[in-house]
């Protein structure tokens, strides 16, 4: 058993209300057994975040461990990234330290959380993710998967999806990271974070 699900925001200025927003497509369908789908997000309070990120972090240590080969592996899905955009005409993208942290805890937060869908149990979602992870961004792409063995295939899933496939080949991203960690209901859980870094 497994499951995949795509999101990919976009920050909108919105002047009149001076106030940043996010445009997202939400899509859902079933295809052969995996779930697909996007979500949204729900803004929150610097110290909501950091007691969040402190609690994960404790949690994480026993509940969502890394796994074995786990540098290995998403060296792998980052490669196997680079050369489905290679062949599709499009210019690689590069590993940021701090997308990998979020991708990683987000990993375990969705084992520890015993949920699968881009917006936690509270309705914080990537946006707030990234905001408490201090990543400032014009642009975010998320995907999930959990289930699969290896990331051949865990990227092969992926790519038979449109909506992943999109997320993947947009041709805005220029950073990923990636998060691999095991446990919970599907044994090992996938973390996609793509984004167009803000320019300030």
């Excluded at 859902?28 to 402190?54: K, N, Q, Y």
């Excluded at 084992?111 to 699968?116: A, C, E, L, Y």
């Excluded at 998320?142 to 999806?161: C, D, F, I, K, T």
């Excluded at 950073?175 to 984004?195: H, M, P």
């Amino acid at each position: 058993m497994s499951k995949v699900v795509p999101v990919r925001l976009s920050r909108v200025v919105t002047p009149k209300m001076n106030v940043t927003q996010f445009r997202f497509t939400v899509a859902a369908m079933t295809l052969g057994g995996l779930l697909l789908l996007s979500g949204c997000f729900a803004p929150t309070s610097a110290d909501e975040r950091e007691a969040d990120t402190a609690s994960a972090r404790l949690i994480a240590e026993d509940a969502c461990p890394t796994p074995d080969g786990a540098e290995r592996m998403s060296d792998q899905v980052f490669q196997l990234i680079n050369d489905e955009r290679s062949k599709a005409g499009l210019p690689p993208v590069i590993r940021n330290p701090m997308l990998d942290h979020i991708a990683d805890d987000y990993a375990c937060r969705l084992i520890t959380g015993d949920f699968f869908s881009h917006d936690d149990p509270s309705g914080k979602g990537p946006a707030e993710r990234a905001t408490a992870g201090k990543y400032a961004f014009q642009a975010l792409g998320e995907n999930l998967a959990a289930g699969q063995e290896s990331p051949a295939e865990v990227m092969r899933v992926w790519m038979q999806s449109s909506a992943h496939r999109e997320i993947i080949l947009d041709e805005e991203w220029t950073e990923v990271g990636i998060g691999i960690r095991s446990g919970g209901e599907y044994s090992i859980y996938w973390v996609q974070e793509f984004a167009l870094p803000s320019e300030d």
